[in-house]
């Protein structure tokens, strides 16, 4: 079996020839080019690995293309405004988008807008999954990062605001752009921001495990799939590598370009906006406000290869090339539904989707079948009752035993009295 090829994806804010063009990473060679719309920044995401979906710049909606139909438009997914940000599940499940302040989050087999997140005060910038898909993470201008629980988000109550498993507030202005690393909710996520600052957290606890100064603002951050290195592009077109190994106990740490030998890529003219890593760690893709997506050399910084496109660079990635992307056969196993732009779907605007068909498994026993957060507090509640029996059962044992302690004291008493009076006797009165 051939081994899986690397693609790098890019999209800029001109989108003259083309919205979204895939080449072959090493060879530089053009595989496929998407038309129809400008792609924002943060806002490019696979779906599935049969549709690539890209959030327009400063319009409210979301072009999706399947992966082989790259010339014709497969849907305009419309949105209740811009789209600041966009990303999908790795499940393939969900769809997140950035709108303003809020995070809308949607069921990719349904088309359900299932929750707004209204926990930002300002635009939502970045927007990203943990690998297991049970946990994403948020980003926003003012200057806020939330780690939200996936499952906790569904199973709230309609009643109550969903609430984000962490609030990382550390950072002093506007969040540019966040990365998760592998483990799921043990995975490590690195947060650039225009303080100048790059600060690497860990999701199970929410504690900060290290924060980086740089002289300059950070709008672009990764980290290799071994977690050794993080880069860090800065707003004046150098790319920072930050050695995670060799700062053990240091939360805090200025990186001295001065005195960081070979570990500054130099090249770009202006801001550097994207950043990936291949999966061996060994190429660096990044994209600029200069209009060039450039490939380095990790170890040697140096630069393979430059393509320049036809205006500022808004994404640029790495990925593993889907199956459907390379095939010319490949169709999608399910199509796309109509995506709500409201939460009770039709009752507030949408259109009912016509032609469709929703199976619900189990209907007889809607209502009667208890949430994932009843069945975890009937746990609990278990669990709390059967320690309170069991230390008070043990209580009971122990006052039975005090007492039998008690009652030998007392009969070795006697017992030492006894002798003491006998021996007495023997002494005080001698055998004639």
Known sequence: MAAPIEVAVCTDSAAQLWSCVVWELHSGANLLTYRGGQAGPRGLALLNGEYLLAAQLGKNYICAWELQRKDQLQQKIMCPGPVTCLTTSPNGLYVLAGISENIYLWEVSTGNLLVILSRHYQDVSCLQFTGDSSHFISGGKDCLVLAWSLCSVLQADPSRTPAPRHVWSRHTLPITDLHCGFGGPLARVATASLDQTVKLWEVSSGELLLSVLFDVGILAVTMDLAEHYMFCGGSDGSIFQVDLCTWPGQREK???????????FRGHRNQVTCLSVSTDGSVLLSGSHDETVRLWDVQSQQC????????????????????????????????????????????????????????????????????????????????????????????????IRVTELEDEVRNLRKINRDLFDFSTRIITHPTK
């Not at 709500?340 to 007889?364: Q, V, W």
């Open 304 to 399: 393979l290869r430059t393509v320049t496109l036809k205006g500022p660079v808004t994404n640029a990635c790495i990925m593993l090339a889907p199956v459907s992307m390379l095939s010319s056969d490949f169709r999608p196993g399910l199509p796309l539904p109509h995506f709500n732009k409201h939460l009770l779907g039709a009752e507030h605007g949408d259109e009912p989707h016509r032609g469709g068909l929703m199976l619900r498994l189990g209907l007889h026993q809607q209502g009667s079948e208890p949430s994932y957060l009843e069945r975890v507090e009937q746990l609990q509640a278990v669990m709390s009752s059967t320690l309170e029996k069991n230390v008070l059962g043990g209580q009971d044992q122990l006052r």
């Open 254 to 264: 200025s990186f001295q370009p001065e005195q960081e030998h070979g570990k500054v």
